[in-house]
T-cell receptor, first 115, second 113 residues
Framework: KQEVTQIPAALSVPEGENLVLNCSFTDSAIYNLQWFRQDPGKGLTSLLLIQSSQREQTSGRLNASLDKSSGRSTLYIAASQPGDSATYLC??????????????FGRGTQLTVWP | NAGVTQTPKFQVLKTGQSMTLQCAQD?????MSWYRQDPGMGLRLIHY???????DQGEVPNGYNVSRSTTEDFPLRLLSAAPSQTSVYFC????????????FGEGSWLTVV
């Protein structure tokens, strides 16, 4: 069964720091990996989607990388701001058998950026 | 652009009651799904559908029922609510083709007392 792990579970940093959030998964048979942001009391907002054939995706201050063979992804946040405070979730989309197309989520990294 | 709309946002139920969480999307997406989110457990798939008339079970289907009579709507029914079903429920949709972004609703907070 696919398992997704995110490290660290929580992170508190001063404004301006560059951050790295980690995601690992146990089964490399994935279609893609998606990073989401969740604000308290809100739904999930998609940040970046990396196809299994890609190595990275960038959007503004965010950069996500994917090493499918080793089962790892990182989300890099440059020059963090208080508005980046949220929970960041990693999810992989399965590419195998009866679980085809399903999303498997990590438990998230809760990020706090203080002024 | 409405996207994925869930109702109600908040609901309190008594044990044994039944209710339906509504989900509608206006993007003509074939794939729709329901997740529950619990502290320390992450998001878990309850049921999903790949098109009208086609549904299948996810990871935690017990106690829930779904149907998909139209492309737009994918309601989730709680048959006889239990305190263990206290959770936040999210509906999501995407085009078919697993390379596409999945869009989530704002969530429905359910408390069973």
């Amino acid at each position: 069964k696919q398992e997704v792990t995110q490290i660290p579970a929580a992170l508190s940093v001063p404004e301006g720091e560059n951050l790295v959030l980690n995601c690992s998964f146990t089964d490399s048979a994935i279609y893609n990996l998606q990073w989401f942001r969740q604000d308290p009391g809100k739904g999930l907002t998609s940040l970046l989607l990396i196809q299994s054939s890609q190595r990275e995706q960038t959007s503004g201050r965010l950069n996500a990388s994917l090493d499918k063979s080793s089962g790892r992804s990182t989300l890099y946040i440059a020059a963090s701001q208080p508005g980046d405070s949220a929970t960041y979730l990693c999810a992989v989309r399965a590419d195998r058998g009866s679980t085809l197309g399903r999303l498997y989520f990590g438990r998230g990294t809760q990020l706090t950026v203080w002024p | 652009n409405a996207g994925v709309t869930q109702t109600p946002k908040f609901q309190v139920l008594k044990t044994g009651q039944s209710m339906t969480l509504q989900c509608a999307q206006d993007m003509n997406h074939e794939y729709m799904s329901w997740y529950r989110q619990d502290p320390g457990m992450g998001l878990r798939l309850i049921h999903y559908s790949v098109g009208a008339g086609i549904t299948d079970q996810g990871e935690v289907p017990n106690g829930y029922n779904v149907s998909r009579s139209t492309t737009e709507d994918f309601p989730l029914r709680l048959l006889s609510a239990a305190p263990s079903q206290t959770s936040v429920y999210f509906c999501a949709s995407s085009p078919m083709g697993t390379g596409n972004t999945i869009y989530f609703g704002e969530g429905s907070w359910l408390t069973v007392v």
